[in-house]
């Protein structure tokens, strides 16, 4: 018994030491990986976060991050990111999997507490321009009295104070059936709930990146989309009822006859039962289901080549709001008119050009010498303090900003704009591959 006790301590201590070496390399790789990511996406954004995690059902993560993007006037908060695969052995071997061109069976991508803010770029921005306007944009304002888009005070007026999501995406692959079925999930919480998941077909049996690449055609074997309202539609009525100074349901009326006019007017024109099913989802804060089962897989750029009719029999179609079948899918599109309204192809009328006319002479102009851009040494950088500069790294970052000065240690520091000031950073000499200054 003794002997046996002794033998179950050792494996005890044994497995515990393995566990304890397999959180140790997940954890230092993941933060690894992560250094990696924050410094290749620096000419983007700003990235910070909190701390990484190790799950023993199979996935690592970083928490409380924070990304703020160079080129928009936005905040983004995530809770966490996590990087899930089917047990913690695949999680293990999908590093060693990826460095050498093979292709996990399973992986997904966890987003937790996604925040936006309401008056950001990314969800509250302004209306397209004219020029890049097409008769598609904003549908959802129609019939919304003098309201035309949707943004930051809009929302705030429905009774939103933020946006606050949760998303899973991933794939699958089922080799012996040559097919990859992608996964997206998300909880827009208080606003609506997508599922989606949409099965491709592949010419061969692919394991490996390579192999996908090759055999991955656009063709669909399955689809499935679920949109679920969790309050939108009720914000949204109310909202606009008020502004068009209407009850809720004459709103309603009005804003899908409004949606099918314009439709109609740009080549899209919608039978009953699809009308009437969008009214519902509307009205009865639906659950609107749209699979696709064809017969044989199908590329959709084909599609625009068919009439309605035989695209839903070839997608093998089928529509619900709140578990109701629409039985009526009837509808018609003209394509050439289509592509018109979405500008496709559309080419900018040249300026006339204008007749001359002869000027009274005047002074000459003073010549003005315009900077550009000059190929400078690393170690000859200190001779241009104070100007403009473009440093290129060994990782592929770019850096566009004002030189400082180059210490003894061999750091250059550049000083380089970013949301709402500027940033300072310090590279190693040794480790700028291109410079090149404005004068």
């Known amino acids: 018994m003794r002997k046996f006790m002794i033998i179950l301590a050792t494996i005890t201590t044994v497995l515990v030491l393995m566990a304890g070496g397999i959180w140790g390399y997940l954890w230092y790789s993941t933060q690894q990986q992560a250094k990696q990511l924050i410094v290749a996406a620096e000419p983007l954004a700003e990235i910070n976060y909190d701390s990484v995690s190790v799950s023993p059902m199979g996935s690592v993560g970083v928490k409380q991050i924070r990304i703020i993007p160079n080129l928009v006037d936005d905040v983004i908060a995530i809770g966490a990111i996590r990087l899930k695969a089917p047990n913690i052995l695949a999680l293990l071997n999908v590093r060693r999997q990826l460095s050498q061109g093979e292709l996990p069976e399973a992986l997904s991508l966890s987003i937790r507490q996604l925040e936006l803010p309401l008056y950001g770029a990314l969800l509250g921005g302004k209306p397209p321009s004219p020029s890049e306007r097409t008769p598609f944009n904003d549908l959802d304002t129609l019939g919304c009295g003098p309201v035309t888009h949707f943004g930051g005070a809009q929302w705030e007026e429905m009774g939103y104070d933020r946006f606050s999501s949760n998303m899973d995406m991933g794939y699958r692959l089922a080799a012996a059936e040559n097919r990859i079925n992608l996964q997206i999930r998300n909880n827009a919480m208080g606003w609506a709930n997508l599922y989606l998941d949409i099965g ?240």
Request: glycine share 8%; hydrophobic share 40%.
């Open 200 to 439: 491709f077909a592949l010419n061969t049996s692919s394991t490996s990146i390579l192999q996908l690449a090759a055999s991955l055609t656009p063709k669909i074997a399955s689809l499935n989309i679920v949109l679920q309202d969790d309050g939108y539609n009720t914000h949204r009525n109310n909202y606009c009822a008020g502004k068009a100074g209407k009850s809720v349901d004459a709103y309603i009326a009005d804003h899908v006859r409004l949606v099918v006019e314009r439709l109609r007017a740009n080549g899209i024109n919608l039978g009953p039962g699809l009308i009437s099913a969008y009214r519902r989802y509307l009205t009865e804060g639906a659950q609107l289901t749209i699979a696709a089962h064809p017969p044989a897989p199908i590329d959709p750029a084909e599609l625009q080549f068919y009439k309605a009719e035989d695209v839903i029999k070839l997608m093998g179609l089928t529509v619900k709001v709140n578990d109701q079948a629409v039985t009526d899918l009837s509808a018609e599109w003209n394509t050439a008119q289509i592509t018109q309204a979405l500008g496709i192809g559309r080419q900018r009328t040249p300026r006339a050009e204008e007749p001359e006319v002869s000027a009274a002479p005047t002074a000459p102009k003073p010549v003005v010498i315009k900077k550009s851009f000059h190929a400078t040494p690393v170690s000859q950088l200190n001779q241009h303090v104070g100007k403009i500069a473009r440093l290129e790294t060994s990782t592929g970052a770019n850096y566009l900003g004002k030189l400082g000065t180059l210490t003894e240690a061999g750091i250059v520091r550049i000083t380089i704009r970013k949301s709402g000031g500027t940033a300072t950073l310090s590279l190693r000499s040794e480790d700028i591959t291109k410079a090149e200054v404005l004068y």
